[in-house]
């Protein structure tokens, strides 16, 4: 079920299944990376390396983790003053007025907010492999457009 939460947001959405699965993922590439680096100077492969480079090579792997981690940002928040779409960099707020729907193309993985002049803006907190809470959030904002933008032609 999508969160509902503070009372100038309506709705709040962020994906389920891909924020487990890109923890999962990052953790794992830390570990691989810290014990890549511990292990780094034990057996004899022909190289020196020393204790710097065992350090880089962890803090590579956790500075990796973190990039993945970038993945879990995805959000959509719908609310009176319209909405407000971050993916992975920065948010994106746009008024009901500039809003012509949201749809779910065939064969992509998240939704897509339909924007006046046949643009449009991916949502990536709106994912497929969601199922049911995808399609909760879309019913849940299509209910909320239809209110506000109800509410600002009058």
Known sequence: MPD?????????????????TVR???AVLAAIFVFGGIVLRHGSTGVNFRVS??????LFGLVL???????TRPRVRVGKRGVVVRNIVGDNEFRWQDIRGISFPDKK?????????????????????????????????????AKYSAENQS
């Open 24 to 26: 999962i993922v990052a």
């Open 65 to 71: 983790a973190g990039a993945v981690l970038t993945l």
């Open 109 to 145: 993985s998240w939704a897509r907010l339909e924007l006046a002049h046949d643009e449009y803006v991916p949502m990536m907190a709106i994912r497929s492999n969601d199922r049911m809470r995808a399609a909760e959030a879309m019913d849940r904002f299509r209910e909320l457009g």
């Open 53 to 58: 480079d065992q350090i880089g090579l962890a």
């Open 4 to 20: 509902t939460t503070t009372p100038e947001w309506d709705l709040e959405v962020r994906p389920h299944r891909a924020i487990r």
